[in-house]
């Protein structure tokens, strides 16, 4: 598996995998895509609990995060 280096990063850095694809992949896609003009970085509520509802249905699909050292 190919990990990005932002994403290798939040990994070595400490951040769990889960949380990173949650915040920093999912939600990101959905504000960009619901309000084009967003500031990454900013909490959208709405947006932050639809990423957490997918994130669980990916996992129930069987998705694994990737093993980080």
């Known amino acids: ?9 939040a990994y070595d850095t400490g951040m769990d995998p ?5 915040t920093n ?17 900013d ?6 609990v639809l990423s957490r509802r997918i994130l669980g249905d990916l996992l129930d699909a069987g998705w694994t995060p990737p093993e980080v050292a």
């Open 25 to 41: 992949i999912i939600r990101a896609h959905i504000d960009a895509h619901t309000d084009p003009a967003h500031f990454p970085g």
């Open 18 to 22: 889960v949380d990173y694809a949650e």
């Open 1 to 9: 598996m190919n990990i990005g280096f932002l994403a290798q990063f």
């Open 43 to 48: 909490v959208n509520p709405a947006t932050a």
